[in-house]
Each structure stands twice: as structure tokens, then as C-alpha cells.
């Protein structure tokens, strides 16, 4: 496989369950970013991750929980998420981290919390 | 507020229609990125502009940095249905515009 890999495409959860989206990239890259793209909003970062080292957190609530076990994966661990968390949600990586650097996309998983 | 507004927010147009999209910032980037994300896809890299005034051409896609390098815009000369897509502009790091939504119909 090639390029940045997300499972599962679609989730539908219940607000009390615990799921988590996963992200592989076979690019070589160092960096790995979490977006959220919702109808009402452009896309946001999350989470950003240089060398398995979360860098970056912009103001996320705790129901969202990242982790990056080595430099080709990146989890998003979901609890107790609300109907407004119902969006696409994107997982990218780039060569470097930080400025001047092209993020390759996966296609996202698309959850919907009911 | 958001960094990067982009305008118009959507654009609905006939094929070989000419328009412009706007990227506007009161910040100065060393670099503006425009990527463009189709339905069911993750957005992909068009073009990187760097200096101040750059003007780079992707076919029938122009896109240009501001001399202050706050802004950018892109220029698509006689849209086709393939066009489609929504269209993003980025920061040096990562963050993304409010984006332009495009629809050219046959």
C-alpha cells in the first residue's frame, strides 16, 4: 500500500461507546496531523504528532484522545462523544513538521454519533 | 476569528466560465499552500507559492501571492465540470482557510 491509509471509512457510535479511528502512512514521513471537517466549519487541526511527540493540542476536549505508537501510526481515541462531534475526521502526515511542508491526506472517516 | 477567510465561500458557475478565489490573512506567511478536496477524498497539493508577487501557472490555474505575502488567489480560465471541488488555501503550517466551494456545471 502506498500513501496515508485511514480505517474504518464510516463509523456510526452511541455517546457512551469507546471507538478509535486509525491512521497508517507508508510515506517515510515524521510528521502526522489530526483534522476534524465538519459542514459548518473549515477543517481543524487537532492534533499534531513530530517523531511519536505530540507537538501541538488546539484546545481539544478530553473525549478526543490521540496517540502515536511510532512514526507510521497515529490513533484517535473517542469516548463519551456528543452529536456535535459527528464530522469527517482527517488524518494527514508531511515530511517535517512545522512550516513549509506538503500534507498528504488520507480519504477520513466519516462519524456520525447518535 | 479565523486566520486564513477565504470569499467567495461558494461559487456556482457554467462551464467555460472564468473566476477568481480569494485567500485573505492580516499575517504574513513565508508560504501560502492551495490544495483542492473532491467528495469522498482527502485534499491534495495544487501549488506552493513563496516569494512575494509569485505568479505560478497549473494549467489553466493561476495562482498568485500577495506582494506582502498576506493573501492569495487562484484563477481558473474556462472551468470545466472536473473543476469541482472544494478548494482550500494553507498556511506555512498547516492550517487551513475557510475554504471556496466550487460547482461548474456543463
Known amino acids: 500500500e502506498t500513501g496515508v491509509t485511514q480505517t474504518p471509512r464510516h463509523l456510526v457510535m452511541g455517546m457512551t461507546n469507546k471507538k478509535s479511528l486509525k491512521c497508517e502512512q507508508h510515506?517515510?514521513?515524521?510528521?502526522m496531523y489530526w483534522y476534524k471537517q465538519s459542514a459548518k466549519k473549515p477543517l481543524e487541526l487537532m492534533f499534531v504528532y513530530s517523531l511519536e511527540e505530540r507537538v501541538e493540542n488546539n484546545s481539544v476536549p478530553s473525549r478526543f484522545s490521540p496517540e502515536c505508537p511510532n512514526s507510521s501510526h497515529l490513533f484517535l481515541h473517542l469516548h463519551t462523544l456528543q452529536p456535535e462531534d459527528s464530522a469527517l475526521y482527517l488524518c494527514?502526515?508531511?515530511?517535517?513538521?512545522?512550516?513549509?511542508?506538503?500534507?498528504?491526506f488520507g480519504q477520513g472517516t466519516r462519524l456520525t454519533v447518535v | 476569528t479565523q486566520l486564513l477567510e477565504q470569499s467567495p465561500q461558494f461559487l456556482s458557475i457554467q462551464e467555460g466560465e472564468n473566476l477568481t478565489v480569494y485567500c485573505n490573512s492580516s499575517?504574513?506567511?513565508?508560504?501560502l499552500q492551495w490544495y483542492r478536496q473532491e467528495p469522498g477524498e482527502g485534499p491534495v497539493l495544487l501549488v506552493t507559492v513563496v516569494t512575494g508577487g509569485e505568479v505560478k501557472k497549473l494549467k489553466r490555474l493561476t495562482f498568485q501571492f500577495g506582494d506582502a505575502r498576506k493573501d492569495s488567489s487562484l484563477h481558473i480560465t474556462a472551468a470545466q465540470p472536473g473543476d469541482t471541488g472544494l478548494y482550500l488555501c494553507c498556511t506555512d503550517k498547516l492550517i487551513f482557510g475557510t475554504g471556496t466551494r466550487l460547482q461548474v456545471f456543463p
Open positions: 499575517s504574513v506567511f513565508s508560504s
Open positions: 494527514a502526515s508531511s515530511q517535517v513538521p512545522g512550516t513549509d511542508t506538503e500534507a498528504f
Open positions: 510515506l517515510g514521513h515524521n510528521a
